[in-house]
């Protein structure tokens, strides 16, 4: 995501949530359906413009400086309890 590409991953965990609007899902283990979302990104230049903005956007809510800044936000929290 980080490199503006379009993620194609599995509905399972986590993968939903950090995605988020970035690519395309298939269901675990249904190869086809991966198949056909490999496709649709390479033959729809406009989806692959679309998820790679998003990507690149939604990479940012995950880099390792703003991480660290919610990180104390949320222990000075917890200490002023």
Known sequence: MAS????????????????DGAGLFFKKG???TLSQQ???LAQDKSLREEFSGAALRRSKEFDWE??????EQEY???LKK
């Open 38 to 40: 490999v496709l649709k």
């Open 4 to 19: 503006g590409l379009p993620i194609i991953t599995t509905q399972v965990d986590a993968c939903p949530e950090v995605v």
């Open 66 to 71: 703003r991480q660290i800044l919610l990180y």
């Open 30 to 32: 249904d190869f086809r």
């Open 76 to 78: 000075k929290k917890v």
